[in-house]
């Protein structure tokens, strides 16, 4: 029970993604022989390693907390195999060159079968989202929504490029609360998708402010008489 050790009972953590959104940290754990996993990892959570690998093996002792949100195994007896998940990263981009439906779900990548997933955190279900990506050790969204990816062999990187038909702007997340003292600033922030470009227009109580047409809006000098109203 150190304090300093949030979590125990991974393998080999190659790699994680944070979800910026939720606070939610995915780790890609990497096993031996048998099973590649994906875990949520909580504080105090114990993941099995060496009892359990993915939800098989005898732990006898009873330390396993935390079961992995997904698992695939090295044998080819299931559609997904592989031998080592090596990448992940949650998309939840300032702005968004995708369709809306891939916000906020998490994508990952199996080192020698070159297949990538798709993770939805609601329901932990998984689709497959591309092949032919073999030997990817890391991948990251830049603010601009293009889902950029490492290789190892060869050592290259890569861009993905949504280049479907235009889809109309969206509005994923509304600004949250913001408590802030009087004379400070309160700034306000919203996650959006849609084909670029995209124009914005902030409101107060429901009325325009005049050019306030940014991605984020922010309020200066808070007075008394701000408290309770209402940014979209």
Not at 52 to 77: F, I
Not at 91 to 110: M, R, S
Request: glycine letters at 12%; one cysteine or more; proline letters at 7%.
């Amino acid at each position: 029970s150190r304090p300093e050790i949030y979590a125990i009972g991974l393998r080999s953590p190659f790699s994680m993604g944070i979800n910026q959104d939720t606070g939610d940290v995915f780790v890609n754990d990497a096993g031996t022989t048998e099973w590649e996993e994906i875990n949520r990892i909580v504080p105090g959570g114990n993941y099995g390693w060496p009892f359990r690998e993915g939800t098989n093996g005898n732990d006898q002792m009873g330390v396993t907390t935390v079961l992995p949100l997904y698992q695939y195994p090295h044998d080819d007896y299931q559609p997904e195999f592989g031998c080592a998940i090596t990448a992940g990263t949650f998309y939840h981009p300032p702005n968004t060159g995708f369709p809306g439906k891939y916000y906020g779900k998490y994508f990952f990548a199996e080192y020698c079968q070159g297949w990538w997933g798709l993770l939805a955190p609601a329901d932990n279900s998984v689709t497959r989202f591309a092949t032919g990506g073999n030997n990817v050790v890391d991948m990251k969204v830049s603010a601009d929504g293009e889902l950029y990816f490492l290789q190892y062999q060869g050592g290259k990187a890569f861009k993905i490029t949504y280049t479907g038909t235009e889809f109309p702007p969206v509005i994923v997340s509304q600004p949250g609360d913001v408590l802030a003292p009087v004379g400070s600033d309160a700034s306000f922030a919203c996650s959006v998708t849609g084909s670029y470009p995209l124009t914005y227009q902030w409101k107060r109580n429901g009325v325009d402010i005049p050019d306030a047409n940014a991605a984020s809006y922010t309020l200066n000098n808070v007075a008394l008489g701000d408290d309770g109203a209402l940014f979209q």
